[in-house]
């Protein structure tokens, strides 16, 4: 299932780029206007920047202006219309602006024979569900494409932030200082558009629309559809061979070190939050539960995501405050885990006995499939259950580098491989044209060494 940046003045000293939101009118395009920015002369090329001229949203929160190389020398900038930053993850080749996501505040519901229209969205087939909602497949007629529509009731969004939370934790205004948490589901759900309007990746889902009308109780968040769903789902006794587990942890640490720079933790990776593009390669996708931070690094005192995927230091009792890069990396290490042997190495359908496993059991590997030192090295520098000496994601990327140049590494889904990558996926979700193996197995890029990690 797939699951806003500050408010700054225009004036010297704010940042170069900002994504604002107006009323969604015909075609959704919003009219810009360029800008000179401080700090601009830095391109060298005499390229200006674009600046928005849609109005802010309620939904963002006002944070103060500052501009780049003053004041924190921690503070990262979000440029949505620059290359990919870090500059070397992964490209750092020119390329077009993200386009801004479009809010829309009227939405126009009609019953059709086959379908619902919304706005110019017609409604096809269930493709998703979670707690609050379902997804959608979705047909704009605008364009002519399919996206994935997430449809949240915020009925139900308000009944759960009613129900009682547990106090706050010692510490927590000294976590606080280091990241923004959001008070309740509603919150996180506007936090998640939040964060999702910021980000540009290959490997990170797009928000392409949000369509909140408050004489509406549904929200509605729109998509790139990542046609084949899923890397695996787990258990699963087909896992992927160790070529290809590596072929889409390549794509999962651009990812989170795309993140983490923009200062993000996602909090919730794992095999079926990763979902696999037309071209073979792998998104991040459902930012429920992350969290923004200043700073190195997020100081977090809360214990969500999936259970089987949390890191030991949240499950403390005495409720510690801790590192949200070394959560994100025990996460990577689990998941890395589950691609090649099929299941998590931490299982227990007690929740108390899980949290036990995950603080105090010897991570172990199975007898088979055979599994090279390297790459179980690799998963154990992970899952430290220290955080102050689990490796970090840097740390990952050299390593996963040095693993790929001693190995020949072409496409890992190449003859036979095929096939069981077909049976280890959810599959396509769009209806079927053509045939089956087309839809669900597109060919992979050939991967040279010069672009492993770049």
């Known amino acids: ?101 479009v809010e829309s505040n009227r939405v126009s519901i009609t019953g059709l024979q086959d379908c619902v229209q919304l706005n110019q969205y017609k409604l096809k087939d269930e493709i ?19 996206y994935a529509m997430k449809v949240l009731s915020k009925k139900k969004l308000m009944r759960q932030a009613g129900f009682p939370r547990r106090p706050p934790p010692r510490g927590a205004k000294a976590a606080s200082e280091g990241c923004l948490q959001p008070r309740g589901p509603i919150e996180q759900v506007y936090q998640e558009i939040a964060i999702l309007k910021k980000l540009d990746h290959p490997n990170v889902v797009k928000l392409v629309e949000v369509l909140d009308d408050p004489s509406e109780d549904h929200l509605y968040m729109v998509f790139e559809l990542v046609k084949q769903g899923p890397v695996m ?34 909090r919730d990776i ?38 089987a995927f949390m890191a030991p230091e949240t499950l403390s009792e005495t409720r ?9 990396v025990w996460a990577m290490g689990i998941t890395l885990y589950c691609f090649v042997f ?22 172990e590997f199975p007898d088979q499939p055979e599994v090279t030192d390297f790459l179980k090295d690799l998963i154990s520098r992970m899952l430290d259950k220290n955080p102050e000496s689990r490796i970090s994601v840097p740390e990952i ?30 599959g396509n979700l769009l209806p079927k044209q053509g045939s089956e193996d087309n839809l669900k197995c597109n060919d992979l890029p050939n991967v040279g060494e010069e672009e492993l990690l770049s």
Do not use: W
Request: hydrophobic share 30%.
């Open 1 to 101: 299932a797939l699951r806003d940046p500050p408010a700054l003045s225009p004036g010297p000293g704010s940042m170069a780029s900002l994504i604002v939101v107006t009323e969604h009118k015909g075609t959704g395009s919003a009219s810009e206007e360029e800008m000179d920015v401080p700090g601009s002369e830095a391109f060298g090329d005499g390229r200006k920047l674009h600046l928005s001229g849609r109005k802010l949203s309620l939904q963002e929160r006002p944070q103060p202006a500052r501009s780049p190389g003053h004041g924190d020398t921690n503070q990262r900038f979000i440029y949505p219309s620059l290359p990919y930053s870090p500059v070397t993850s992964p490209h750092s080749s020119p390329r077009l602006p993200r386009r801004p996501t």
């Open 128 to 146: 998703g569900k979670g707690s609050y909602g379902v997804v959608k497949l979705a047909y704009n007629e605008d364009d002519n494409t399919y």
């Open 233 to 266: 789902e787990i258990p699963t006794l087909k896992p992927l061979s160790e070529d290809q587990a590596r072929f889409y942890f390549q794509d999962l640490i651009k990812g989170i070190e795309y993140l983490h720079y923009q200062k993000i933790i996602h």
């Open 270 to 307: 794992k095999p079926s939050n990763l979902l696999v593009g037309e071209d073979g390669h792998v998104k991040i996708a459902d930012f429920g539960v992350s969290n923004e931070f200043k700073g190195a690094d997020a100081l977090l005192t809360n214990t969500v995501g999936t259970p």
């Open 320 to 328: 510690k405050i801790f590192s949200g890069k070394a959560l994100d």
């Open 342 to 363: 099929g299941q998590c190495p931490f299982m227990d359908e007690r929740i108390l006995s899980l949290h036990n496993k995950i603080k105090t059991q010897t991570l």
């Open 397 to 426: 990327k050299i390593l996963v580098k040095t693993m790929i140049r001693k190995r020949s590494f072409g496409n890992p889904f190449e003859g036979s491989k095929r096939e069981e990558r077909s049976l280890s996926s959810s």
